[in-house]
C-alpha cells in the first residue's frame, strides 16, 4: 500500500504523527507510523485501545512516556527508516529511563529476536496480529525492573480482525476501513505475507457500524482497505457486495477502495462500480510487470494480454475511470527488453499515478530464497529513471485532457496555500482548489476544472 494523499497503499516510507488528543489522564503516549494506509489504520486501532485504557495522546516524542513506532518493511529503505527512528529514540531514552520504547508492524513480525539483540533499549517487541495485548504489555513492563529484557509478542493470529474496535479518527472528511486482513497471495518480492499472516475478512456488518460511526463524525469519502480487497467474503457476500453495501449509507458521498489484485477482479465489481455515483471511478490495479516471465517469477498468475483486457474493460464501463499501478523494476533477471515491455505497456495503458519502485530483496520471500538479485544497482537506476520521465509526460497529458470537464469536488478543508480557498477532489482524485462561497467542510460542490498548476486544478464553480 501507498501514501495517503496519492492514494496509494504503498504510499509506505512517509512517517505520520497522529493528531494531539486527550483521553482519559494516565501515561502519556506516542504513536509514529511508517508504511501504507493499513500501518495508519492500526495505529488508530491501538490509539483506541490505549484511549480506553486511560493513556493521553501527545504530539512529540520528547513528552511522552510510551513511545510506540509503527514499522514498515516492504522495501529496504524503509525498515532503514523506520530502525533509524528507533536509534534515535534510545538517546531520549538515556535522559528518560522510564520511559518506555515500543516496536510494532511488520519489522516487529518479521525482525523480532534481532530487533531486541540490536536495540536492547526497545521494551516492547509486537506483531500486528497481538497489539490487543498492548494495554497489558505496557502495564508489565512499567512495573518490570530496569534492566529486564523486552517483552516479545509476535503471534500470527489467523482469526485476529479488531473488528470490535472501532479505531480513533483523527478528523476530516476521508477515513480508512479496514476489511480484509493478511494476504494469501506470496508474490515471490513480497514480505506482507510473512509479517501480515493469512488472509482474513471481517464480518460485513461490523464494517458497516465502522462506517456509519465514522460517518456521525463528519466523515463523508470511505477508502476501505486490504492487501487484496478482491478476495472479501463473508458468507455469500463478496467484494463488490460490500462495497455497495458501505455506499448505500446514509450520509457517504464517496467510496473508494485498495488494493485490488488482477487475478481476482470480478467483471461485477467493474460494473457495480460503472452503475453507482457514490462509488469513485479510480482503480489501483498494481501490474508490476509488463513482461510474462517475468511476471511468472513474481508468482504474479495473469499475463501482461489478460491484465489489458481488464484494463479495456474497466475503461469500456467506465469511460472516465482513472487508472494507478505498482511496478517493479530489477527484478531478479529482468532482462533489458523485459524492461521495456514494462516501458511499453506504460505507454499504452497510459496510467494516471504510477508507483514505481527499484527491486528490494526481503527476507522470508521466495525470490530473495530462490533468485540472486543480479541486476546491478545503476541499471535498476535508470531503469526506474526512464519509467519516472515517462510517467510524469503522461500524468501531465493526462491532467490537461481533464481541463474543461464538469465534475463534483469534496471539500476536505481550506487550501494550504491559501486560506480563502477550498481544497477538495473529484471523484476520480485530482486535487482542486476553489474560492470559498459559504460552504463547509464535507459538501460536494459542482466545477468546472478551469485551469492547472503542477498537479492541481482550479475548479470554477457552476451554479
Ligand atoms: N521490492 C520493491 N517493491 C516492492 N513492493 C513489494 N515488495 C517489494 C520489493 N521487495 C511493491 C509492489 C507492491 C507495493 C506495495 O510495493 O509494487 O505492489
Ligand atoms: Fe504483497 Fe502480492 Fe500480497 Fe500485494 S498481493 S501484499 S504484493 S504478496
Known amino acids: 500500500m501507498h501514501e495517503l494523499v496519492t492514494l496509494s497503499h504503498n504510499l509506505p516510507e512517509t512517517a505520520r504523527a497522529p493528531l494531539?488528543?486527550?483521553?482519559?489522564?494516565?501515561?502519556?503516549?506516542?504513536?509514529?507510523?511508517?508504511?501504507?494506509?493499513?500501518?495508519?489504520?492500526?495505529s488508530q486501532t491501538i490509539e483506541s485501545m490505549l484511549g480506553e485504557a486511560g493513556y493521553r495522546f501527545c504530539d512529540s516524542p520528547d513528552s511522552a512516556d510510551v513511545v510506540l513506532v509503527n514499522t514498515c518493511m516492504i522495501r529496504e529503505t524503509a525498515e532503514v527508516r523506520a530502525l533509524g527512528q528507533l536509534a534515535n529514540l534510545s538517546s531520549l531514552k538515556k535522559q528518560n529511563p522510564s520511559m518506555v520504547i515500543g516496536i510494532l508492524g511488520c519489522v516487529a513480525q518479521a525482525k523480532r529476536k534481532e530487533v531486541l539483540e540490536s536495540h536492547p533499549y526497545v521494551d516492547l517487541v509486537v506483531g500486528p496480529d497481538s497489539y490487543r495485548r498492548l494495554p497489558i504489555l505496557l502495564e508489565e513492563r512499567f512495573i518490570s525492573p530496569p534492566g529486564t529484557p523486552g517483552l516479545l509478542e509476535t503471534t500470527l493470529l489467523r482469526e485476529e480482525l479488531y473488528d470490535d474496535i472501532l479505531p480513533r479518527h483523527h478528523g476530516g472528511v476521508t477515513a480508512f476501513v479496514t476489511i480484509i486482513r493478511g494476504c494469501d497471495k506470496f508474490c515471490s518480492f513480497c514480505v506482507v505475507p510473512r509479517t501480515r499472516g493469512r488472509e482474513r475478512s471481517r464480518p460485513l456488518p461490523s464494517i458497516l457500524r465502522e462506517v456509519e460511526h465514522l460517518v456521525a463524525q463528519g466523515v463523508r469519502d470511505v477508502m476501505l482497505l486490504g492487501q487484496n480487497v478482491d478476495s472479501y467474503r463473508w458468507e455469500d457476500r463478496d467484494f463488490a457486495d460490500c462495497l455497495l453495501a458501505?455506499?448505500?449509507?446514509?450520509?457517504?458521498?464517496?467510496?473508494?477502495?485498495?488494493?485490488?489484485?488482477?487475478?481476482?477482479?470480478?467483471?461485477?465489481?467493474?460494473?457495480?462500480?460503472?452503475?453507482?455515483?457514490?462509488?469513485?471511478?479510480?482503480?489501483?490495479?498494481?501490474?508490476?510487470?509488463?513482461?510474462?516471465?517475468?511476471?511468472?517469477?513474481?508468482?504474479?498468475?495473469?499475463?501482461?494480454?489478460?491484465?489489458?483486457?481488464?484494463?479495456?474493460?474497466a475503461r469500456r464501463i467506465m469511460p472516465d475511470l482513472a487508472l494507478s499501478t505498482d511496478v517493479i523494476v530489477g527484478f531478479p533477471t529482468e532482462s533489458d527488453d523485459e524492461f521495456m515491455d514494462t516501458f511499453r505497456l506504460m505507454e499504452e495503458v497510459r496510467y494516471d499515478t504510477a508507483f514505481m519502485f527499484k527491486y528490494s530483496e526481503r527476507p522470508l520471500t521466495k525470490a530473495a530464497a530462490r533468485l540472486v538479485d543480479d541486476v546491478p544497482e545503476?541499471?535498476?537506476?535508470?531503469?526506474?529513471?526512464?519509467?519516472?520521465?515517462?510517467?510524469?509526460?503522461?500524468?501531465?497529458?493526462?491532467?490537461?485532457?481533464?481541463?474543461?470537464?464538469?465534475?463534483?469536488?469534496?471539500?476536505?478543508?481550506?487550501?494550504?496555500?491559501?486560506?480563502?480557498?477550498?481544497?477538495?477532489?473529484?471523484?476520480?482524485?485530482?486535487?482542486?482548489?476553489?474560492?470559498?462561497?459559504?460552504?463547509?467542510?464535507?459538501?460536494?460542490?459542482?466545477?468546472?476544472?478551469?485551469?492547472?498548476?503542477g498537479f492541481t486544478f482550479h475548479g470554477a464553480r457552476l451554479s
Open 378 to 453: 545503476d541499471v535498476k537506476v535508470e531503469r526506474l529513471q526512464r519509467l519516472i520521465t515517462l510517467q510524469q509526460s503522461i500524468a501531465r497529458e493526462r491532467n490537461e485532457a481533464q481541463l474543461g470537464k464538469q465534475t463534483s469536488v469534496l471539500i476536505e478543508g481550506a487550501a494550504p496555500k491559501d486560506r480563502n480557498m477550498w481544497a477538495g477532489r473529484t471523484p476520480d482524485f485530482r486535487p482542486v482548489v476553489l474560492p470559498m462561497n459559504g460552504e463547509s467542510v464535507g459538501d460536494l460542490v459542482q466545477v468546472q476544472l478551469a485551469a492547472l498548476s
Open 20 to 42: 494531539t488528543g486527550v483521553t482519559g489522564n494516565g501515561p502519556r503516549i506516542f504513536i509514529q507510523t511508517y508504511g501504507c494506509q493499513m500501518n495508519v489504520s492500526d
Open 246 to 313: 458501505v455506499a448505500d449509507i446514509a450520509g457517504v458521498s464517496r467510496v473508494r477502495y485498495m488494493t485490488s489484485h488482477p487475478s481476482d477482479i470480478s467483471e461485477k465489481l467493474l460494473r457495480t462500480m460503472g452503475d453507482h455515483e457514490k462509488i469513485c471511478p479510480y482503480l489501483h490495479l498494481p501490474v508490476q510487470s509488463g513482461n510474462n516471465r517475468v511476471l511468472k517469477e513474481m508468482n504474479r498468475p495473469y499475463t501482461r494480454e489478460r491484465y489489458s483486457e481488464i484494463i479495456e474493460l
